[in-house]
């Protein structure tokens, strides 16, 4: 019989695409939801996209924040996907407050998992956890590096997956016990959305859209498709040698923000009228960044390294990402205009 996992946050972009793999598969899934009236929606969305049994599927109402029901959200569960974590884009007025349900979320569902017998956490860092302070660009960026929490220009958010990431490991190091651990580390991530809920990293893609970027700048950018993502989870959730590793997950190279601007205009006119073609010189971003703070984090992603490995994913688990970047953004703009977050 096929096991049980937890998948936190069931409603995310991210965690409804890693439910539906699950199913697809046969498992037994539980998620938590942080109110359980968003069960109706996730099994809605589900639903629309082919599950049709939804009895291996069931729901706890749990907050990063709380204690209560973490207990119950993990009784029964062979493997925990922990994705669920604030995601934002936004910079935030207090950053200790964003900070806080990332880093002592995670080690709130860590001791739970441990406490409840479970083997193997999952849990879905990011990139920005990896590579940020990387910018010597004549090396490629692996799992080796990590980013310095005091790299100038790091966002709120990636120091929040960061430090998270970093309170993770050293939670399983010292009081884990026999609980197994590793970490997926994306880089943005893109793709067909399951339902009309899009994530934060589609600002870049809104952006570009509705001309809100007068002038873009020449930022390179890894991205990945979020069925591929959900799909590396699952490697690393069942393949025994996963245990202690974190895993990078992108596409194969690069694409930036320009060559995304050009490839909406030549393959999907009728959505880029609004596209600009002007191309932001990069003095200019470094010159803003010494003012302004969303500058500061445009140019540290200027200064980084774009050459990534994934490597690791594909030799140790088999791993193959679906489409290009190319596809990738595609579908993504597609999906939104199926879903009617933008229009034709
Ligand atoms: P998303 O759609 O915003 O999903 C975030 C999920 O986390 C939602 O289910 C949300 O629940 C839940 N959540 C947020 N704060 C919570 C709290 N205090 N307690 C319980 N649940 C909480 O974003 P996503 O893109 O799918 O992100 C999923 C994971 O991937 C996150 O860990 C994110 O850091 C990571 N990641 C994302 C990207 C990216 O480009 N999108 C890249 C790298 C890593 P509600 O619905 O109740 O808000």
């Not at 569902?109 to 990139?127: C, E, P, Q, W, Y």
């Not at 009728?270 to 971003?285: E, H």
């Amino acid at each position: 019989m096929k096991k049980s996992v937890l998948v936190t946050g069931g409603t995310g972009f991210l965690g409804t695409q890693m439910i539906l793999q699950l199913l697809q598969k046969g498992y037994n899934v539980k998620t938590t939801v942080r109110s359980l009236k968003s069960k109706d929606k996730v099994l809605e969305t589900l639903g629309a996209n082919g599950i049709t049994t939804l009895d291996k599927l069931t729901f706890v109402e749990a907050d990063l924040s709380k204690d209560d029901n973490w207990k119950d959200a993990m009784r029964g569960c062979e493997y925990v996907l922990s994705v669920a974590s604030p995601v934002f884009f936004t910079i935030p007025k207090n950053e200790e407050e964003m900070i806080r349900p990332a880093v002592e979320g995670i080690i709130r569902v860590l001791k739970a998992a441990r406490d409840a017998g479970v083997k193997r956490v999952i849990m879905t860092s990011n990139f920005g956890a990896v590579g940020f302070s990387n910018q010597d660009l004549s090396t490629v960026t692996t799992e080796e590096n990590w980013t310095n929490p005091d790299e100038k220009g790091l966002s709120v958010y990636e120091k929040s997956k960061l430090l998270a990431e970093k309170a993770a490991w050293d939670f399983v190091k010292t009081q884990g016990g026999e609980l197994e651990f590793a970490t997926i580390n994306p880089v943005a991530i893109l793709g067909p959305s399951l339902s009309s809920h899009i994530s934060g990293s589609f600002v870049i893609v809104e952006n570009i859209l509705n001309g809100s970027m007068k002038s873009i700048p020449n930022i390179p950018l890894n991205i990945v498709d979020v069925r591929d993502v959900a799909d590396l989870h699952i490697r690393a959730m069942e393949t025994p040698s996963a245990n202690g590793e974190r895993f990078i997950a992108s596409a194969d190279g690069q694409i930036s923000m320009p060559e995304m601007a050009a490839l909406l205009r030549s393959k999907r006119p009728r959505l880029a009228t609004k596209v600009s073609t002007k191309t932001m010189p990069n003095w200019l971003l470094r010159f803003a960044a010494l003012f302004n703070r969303e500058a500061r984090e445009g140019s540290l992603l200027l200064r980084m390294n774009r050459n990534v490995s994934n490597e690791k994913a594909k030799e140790m688990l088999g791993w193959e990402p679906i489409g290009t970047n190319e596809e990738t953004i595609l579908a993504t703009v597609d999906n939104m205009v199926v879903h009617g977050i933008i229009g034709e």
